[in-house]
């Protein structure tokens, strides 16, 4: 097991660049075995789950190959329609494969998805909507079974605005016969991503980033190389470290329209901000002021990708915060993490009620899930003393070379094997 080993109190200064959006990577890779002609994806990040999905697409027949930074993926000899248990167990996002197997090959069986442990995240949205394309759905003995004669479009409604299922309606809908009209759709930016993936495919897609998309079916898709829209979520915890730790630092890789909510966050905080293109500059000096109150939301509502983080920063401001978890009901399991590094929160349901203490202190905590465990890190750069963070499989999932960047900005963190 790998763990972090870090000395709190370092300002951070310096320039870091932003990998791609896990949450494009993933959706991307499944497309694309949509065709079979040759697929590039560019600057794919290392990380666990973008090898896992490599893994699921190797599984299914489909040669693999990292090339430099980039994913190759030749699906022409693609024939098997199934994902075991062990990989979906591993990875959530082995959902979107659902979609894109039943435009392959009518049929899918997959097991029930896994991933982080932050809520239940059931997918009956996703089949739904399958549903209404024709696709005929049996649940056996912990597998999901698929098949269809022909997808065709429909009038989908989605009750929330589920990220995976629009997705997954997407890669389903791109190749089936005639129209699909999705209301209320997700408006994530990683939804528009695959938009421009599908249509530099040759499909034709139009309205992602609004709650109404159209599809209109097309007979076949064709290779492309394409680039993913750059991680908001890793430039946020990077802006946030920051934040806690004081200095100044820059964020290449990040729009403003995609994280604006956490700016103006940030800026309660007292942190100083400028926006110019995809650099984001951050200044933090002194004691800084608790947010009142943040609270998650779909997009372009405050990511819930970021409420550890954010718990994180107010654990250790003047005053007090009340955080509001909206879209997963036990994402505040790494709370008693930072409780032990001297945090003051109170969880009751899906609110947590923070009161800042004058500095956290280090302490040996392990990481649950991905983004609490991003948060136990964050807290412990702040944090006087050494703290060790344990288990960083789950951060593993979503940030490549985490201890390397931070170490650039002047972190003095170190990962070790135990």
């Known amino acids: 097991m790998d763990t972090y080993i870090i000395e709190g109190g370092r300002r951070l200064f310096g ?35 973008a090898m896992c999905m490599v893994q699921i697409l190797r599984e299914l027949g489909a040669l693999v190959e990292w090339s430099g930074e980039d994913v190759v993926v030749d699906s022409s000899q693609a024939c098997s329609h199934t994902i075991s248990s062990a990989l979906t167990k591993e990875l ?17 069986v997959i097991a029930y998805p ?21 696709v005929e759905i049996a649940e056996r003995e912990g597998y999901i079974h698929c098949e269809c004669e022909r997808l065709r479009g429909a009038e989908i409604a989605i009750d929330f605005p589920s990220v995976g299922a629009t997705e997954n309606i997407l890669l389903a809908a791109v190749m089936a016969e005639g129209r699909t009209t999705v209301q209320g759709a997700a408006k994530e930016p990683e939804i528009v991503d695959l938009q421009n993936f599908l249509n530099a495919m040759g499909g034709k897609v139009r309205g992602a980033g ?25 430039a946020g915890t990077f802006l946030i470290a920051c934040a806690i730790c004081g200095g100044e630092i820059e964020v ?25 293109n995809d650099k984001i500059k951050i200044a933090s000096y002194g004691k800084l002021r608790a947010n009142r109150r943040i609270e998650t939301m779909p997009f372009p509502g405050f990511p819930t990708d ?40 109170e969880v009751k349901g899906r609110h947590a009620f923070v009161r800042g203490v004058p500095r956290l202190h280090g302490a040996t905590v392990t990481a649950g ?35 390397g960047k931070l170490k650039c900005l002047g972190a003095e963190i170190k990962r070790v094997r135990v």
């Open 114 to 134: 896994g991933g982080c442990d932050i809520g239940l995240r059931p997918i009956d949205l996703h089949l739904n909507a399958l549903k209404r394309l024709g």
């Open 15 to 49: 320039h870091v660049d932003v990998q791609s959006a896990k949450n494009s990577v993933l959706p991307l890779l499944a497309a694309s075995i949509l065709t079979a002609d040759r697929v590039r994806i560019r600057k794919v990040p290392r990380i666990t789950d």
């Open 92 to 108: 959530r996002s082995s959902v979107f494969m659902l979609g894109s197997l039943l435009t392959r090959f009518h049929r899918a």
């Open 369 to 403: 899930d991905l983004r609490g465990g991003a948060a136990l890190v964050l807290a412990a750069l702040g944090a006087e003393g050494t703290s060790e963070v344990l288990d960083l499989s789950h951060i593993d999932r979503g940030y490549s070379d985490l201890e």
């Open 306 to 345: 970021l409420q550890a983080q954010v718990t994180a920063l107010n654990a250790s401001c003047d005053g007090g915060a009340l955080i509001v978890e909206n879209l997963f009901e036990t994402r505040f399991k790494y709370v008693p993490e930072l409780i032990k590094m001297g945090a003051d929160i």
């Open 210 to 234: 609004t709650d109404i998309i159209e599809i209109e079916g097309v007979e076949e898709l064709r290779g492309v190389a394409f680039t993913p829209v750059k991680d908001r979520i890793e």
């Open 252 to 276: 290449e890789g990040a729009k403003e329209e995609n994280i604006g909510l956490l700016l103006h966050k940030l800026r309660e905080n007292g942190c100083k901000i400028h926006s110019k």
